[in-house]
């Protein structure tokens, strides 16, 4: 999103409207080359939907691409009928493939990255399309999304939203836009393009291949603070208790003052500020084995300049008088404050060698302290080395 910062971006931009940010031809091409594409609808088992073909607004039936064939120990599996498959393709048939963070390197990394500054979980998709029909008809999501134009080119017609943030679990859904769209264009190799929730858009092949990656994300909202501190009151037995069904109304009204009260006393000013840290501590660790050292009795690799990474990219560290507490992955770890430097190195996305963080410790916390720390956060599922 150069020129632009990442406060600029949520200040300005994010929630608010769409924004193209054109970027030079071939800057994203190592996160999703062909050869990549090719190797993980070889190498990997793509159940429908996860893998799937659109065409017209409507899925290609799986069958006429696909079998399932029978194994002997985990039974029917997908596989792709290449022929069959190509052919679709050729036909107009949009590729999608969902969650490729998890199948392709660069765009996990990516992908973390980008949890860390967003705050939020994120899916990465990608799509893939040839000739000049269109996979999807004028919609809108119900999450944020980046669209990252890795190969190729695609025209694009936004049109704006039609009711204000609407919700996947809404009251009411938003009713088509009408007339022409706001902005027409067409995103060309290395441009990204960020779509808020809501905004209706349809998106054209023009002729030739594209390839590009959508990350989604679902950044928090009132009403999911709301549930959170649905889930809180169950603290309290007054909120426990059962409801007076059977009981006057001057005593029904009693009780609703009574729960109000409480929940004015839980609204404080620094409510959003404690829903959002809680939300970042919760939020589940990436899948990084770090094997093999993780599987030996040292849990780390014995050469100081091998690398570690938190795998919580929005951990909590809370630093006191005498202790650090780090929140992360619904867990709670304390130490004590002699530890912060080496937590503070850690926290974020960022590979760190295990000899940059023997050397941030503070004096009176040598190296085999360090290194029984990192194997400790390791034992948590909190670290894993490359």
């Not at 995103?187 to 779509?195: A, F, H």
């Not at 970042?280 to 050469?303: C, F, K, N, R, S």
């Not at 938190?310 to 630093?319: F, I, N, Q, Y």
């Amino acid at each position: 999103m150069a020129p632009i910062g990442v406060s600029q971006f949520h200040a300005a931009v994010q929630g608010r409207t769409h924004r193209r940010f054109p970027g030079r031809a071939g800057r994203f091409a190592d996160l999703a080359p062909w050869s990549e594409v090719d190797r993980v609808l070889r190498e990997h088992r793509l159940d429908h939907p996860r893998l799937r073909l659109a065409r017209d607004g409507e899925l290609v039936p799986a069958h006429t691409y696909s079998e399932v064939v029978e194994t002997r120990r985990t039974g029917p599996v997908p596989r792709l009928l290449p022929a069959a498959f190509a052919e679709q393709l050729r036909g107009g048939a949009t590729l999608v493939l969902d969650s490729v963070h998890e199948l392709f390197g660069p765009v996990g990394e990516l992908a973390v990255a980008l949890e860390h500054d967003l705050r939020e979980r994120v899916q990465v998709n990608l799509y893939a399309g040839w000739g000049v029909t269109h996979g999807f008809d004028v919609h809108w999501d119900d999450h944020d999304a980046l669209i990252v134009q890795v190969s190729g080119r695609k025209r694009w017609r936004v049109h704006g939203p039609t009711r204000p943030a609407p919700l996947r679990r809404d009251v009411e859904l938003p009713r088509r836009p009408e007339g022409e769209p706001l902005d027409d264009f067409v995103l060309e190799d290395g441009d990204v393009l960020y779509v808020p929730r809501g905004h209706w858009h349809d998106v054209s092949a023009l002729g030739a291949e594209s390839l590009h990656l959508t990350i989604g994300f679902s950044p928090a909202t009132g009403a999911d603070l709301v549930a959170w501190l649905a889930d809180r009151v169950r603290a309290d037995e007054a909120f426990r208790t059962d409801l007076p069904w059977f009981a006057p109304a001057e005593q029904q009204r009693s009780r609703a003052e009574a729960l109000r009260e409480r929940v004015v006393a839980l609204m404080g000013d620094d409510v959003v500020g404690r829903f959002l840290a809680d939300r970042d501590a919760q939020a589940p660790a990436i899948q990084h084995t770090g094997l093999p050292w993780t599987a030996t009795p040292d849990l780390l690799p014995p050469d100081d300049e091998a690398e570690v990474r938190l795998l919580t990219p929005r951990a909590v560290l809370t630093a006191g008088p005498e202790t650090v507490s780090l929140a992360a992955a619904g867990r709670r770890l304390v130490f004590a404050a002699a530890a912060a430097p080496v937590l503070e190195l850690l926290v974020g996305s960022a590979w760190r060698p295990v000899k940059a963080l023997v050397e941030a410790g503070a004096p009176e916390v040598d190296r085999v302290t360090v290194r029984a720390l990192l194997a400790e956060l390791v034992t948590q599922g909190l670290l894993a080395p490359r």
